[in-house]
């Protein structure tokens, strides 16, 4: 189906009015998903050019967290489009400077290891976390996001890097290979390692893959679907020639990306995206093993890439069920974007903040001891404003605790 005959599948029923975060707070018709598609098919049939100011700035302000499209009775592929409607922007307005650094960093695996590592070693100076505090919220919220990322060894959370993997002796294991990403292994690699193990203490065969790379995302919710596609093609490349039966992903956002990579590259995919799977998924189709007491409650807040677009939440209820101890609170307004949405906070700092704000003060008022969300821009996000706000950040995946949870039960290191 091309742009014009998606475009044209919106009924304006106005269903998802009450699901946009942006129409909620801004009440207006044109930041609204209806709106927003009514603003693509005037420049799609030629009643308003790309360039034009209203087209921009609607298109701009959305967080992209397709809340819309679970309630939309008429299945219109709002993400999709919403990111040729950006496309369509960045042919005629380029991206503010700071932004395609980023893009043109995230492309290239080599620089961004060295400038992930420089990171690595500035959070742990613990100067970020310190200035975080004190500066005013535009300069505090980078630093207090790079201190949010540094692992937590407190609150019933471990580090079990040394950890020796043990499998459960299934006769035939699938094979599965495990995307990486960019900010994920730069900033959160205890995940990737915790998911490995997590993994093959229920039976699956992890394997690495090499000449994998950042998934895309970041580029297609910009605008960028060429700069996207040649990522999701070298990704293509590098699962496909690993003999995989399953590709695991552990950040919504990039699990939501290469489950599209089919649309991305009009079938050019070699069937990865039916491959593709959240680890919650991939855990919630064995018979999870459970493991030792983590005493301690849990504020969950799901990722909108996991939740709306990818439809993960009972699989993520199971991977906490198998953690005895745990007690998961409920966040109101759970299903809310937290206002980070990959490059949002730099395109539209001000509303960011705001619907920010609202989650961490959701979060705050649960009590919860730490708040577990499924993609490191989301930890990132909610980490750093509870931070400014003063509060002791205590923000992980949920593959983290039930990894902490296998350590404690004596499944690494032979003790069972």
């Known amino acids: ?4 005959d998606s475009l044209l599948t919106c009924v304006h029923c106005g269903f998802c009015l009450p699901a946009c975060p942006t129409y909620v707070r801004l009440g207006d018709e044109a930041d609204s998903p209806r709106g927003r598609l009514h603003l693509m098919r005037a420049v799609a049939e030629g009643r308003l050019a790309a360039d034009s100011d209203a087209f921009a700035t609607h298109l701009d302000r959305c967080l992209g967290c397709r809340a819309c499209e679970p309630v939309c009775p008429s299945g219109v592929p709002y993400g999709r489009l919403l990111e040729q409607g950006r496309e369509a922007v960045r042919a005629v307005r380029a991206l503010p400077a700071r932004m395609r650094v980023l893009l043109w960093l995230f492309e290239r695996p080599r620089a961004s290891r060295v400038v992930l590592a420089v990171a690595r070693v500035v959070r742990a100076t613990g100067v970020p976390a310190l200035l975080a505090r004190v500066l005013p919220f535009r300069a505090a919220l980078p630093l207090a996001m790079l201190a949010a990322s540094a692992p937590h060894h407190g609150a019933g959370v471990t580090s079990a890097a040394a950890a020796t993997d043990r499998d459960r002796g299934d006769a035939q294991p699938l094979r599965v290979g495990v995307l990486t990403g960019c900010v994920q292994e730069g900033l959160f690699g205890r995940v990737n390692q915790a998911t490995a193990r997590t993994l ?19 580029h297609a919710h910009a605008g960028d679907l060429e700069g996207a596609r040649r990522l999701a093609r070298r990704n293509v490349r590098a699962f496909e020639g690993a003999g995989l039966d399953r590709v695991c992903v552990n950040a919504a956002g990039c699990g939501a990306m290469l489950k599209e990579y089919d ?5 050019e995919d070699e069937g990865l995206s039916a491959r593709t799977r959240d680890v919650a998924e991939l855990l919630a189709e064995r018979d999870i093993r459970k493991g030792g007491e983590v005493a301690m409650s849990v504020a969950y807040d799901a990722p909108c890439h996991l939740l709306h677009a990818q439809g993960v939440d009972e699989a993520v209820q199971k991977v906490f069920e198998a953690i005895p101890g745990v007690v998961r609170l409920a966040v109101e307004g759970a299903d809310a974007c937290c206002g980070g949405a990959g490059l949002y906070g730099m395109a539209q700092p001000e509303l960011g903040k705001a619907i920010g704000r609202d989650k961490a003060d959701q979060i705050r008022a649960t009590g919860a001891d730490a708040v577990a969300t499924g993609n490191p821009g989301c930890m990132m996000q909610i980490g750093a404003l509870l931070r400014i706000e003063g509060e002791a950040a205590r923000v992980v995946h949920p593959i983290e605790l039930l990894d902490e949870s296998y350590r404690r039960a004596g499944f690494y290191d032979g003790e069972r």
């Not at 039976?203 to 995302?217: I, K, R, W």
């Open 1 to 4: 189906m091309n742009i014009e």
């Open 200 to 218: 093959r203490a229920n039976g699956y065969e992890v394997v690495e893959v090499d000449g994998q790379g950042c998934c895309g995302a970041l």
């Open 263 to 267: 649309h991305l590259l009009a079938g």
